[in-house]
């Protein structure tokens, strides 16, 4: 089901007992970003988690989350300053960036697959992509 679809049908349903601007902030209150609490890692800023409209979600992580633990001993960290070299160098590619790791002492192959590991998890969570995006200096 598409994003939009998600998102309609979460309203019409809603609608069905309340006004469309009723409706509206119901959903947005019913699927909204939770805030961080002490200690854990969140995103500011987004009044509606993606998770609800089927993206990954925006619920905060705490700094000791699987989701944040190294994958093959391949850290966010490390993840982000091979491909901070890549990026620098233009590497486009799986394969380029496997020997970028290689030269940074990583088994290439163990890079590629944690690699698809954090993509994945990035896809679940955007507390993932922001650690990502931090340690890229972004």
């Known amino acids: 089901m598409g994003l939009f679809k998600k998102v309609k049908d979460g309203m019409d349903q809603a609608e069905a007992g309340l006004g469309q601007a009723a409706a509206a902030q119901q959903f947005a209150q019913q699927h909204a970003t939770q805030a ?3 200690g854990q890692i969140g995103i500011a800023g987004l009044p509606v988690d993606p998770a609800a409209m089927g993206g990954p979600s925006s619920a905060p992580l705490d700094a000791d989350d699987p989701m ?3 994958v093959n001993g391949i850290g966010i960290a490390e993840y982000a300053a091979v491909a901070k070299i890549a990026q620098e160098r233009g590497v486009t ?3 380029g960036m496997a020997e970028i790791a290689g030269e940074q002492g990583f088994d290439p192959a163990t890079f590629a697959a944690a690699v698809k590991e954090w993509v994945s998890r990035m896809g679940q969570s ?3 992509g922001q650690e990502f995006r931090k340690h890229m200096g972004y």
């Open 36 to 38: 961080p609490a002490e």
């Open 126 to 128: 955007m507390v993932v």
């Open 93 to 95: 590619t799986e394969e």
């Open 68 to 70: 944040l633990q190294p």
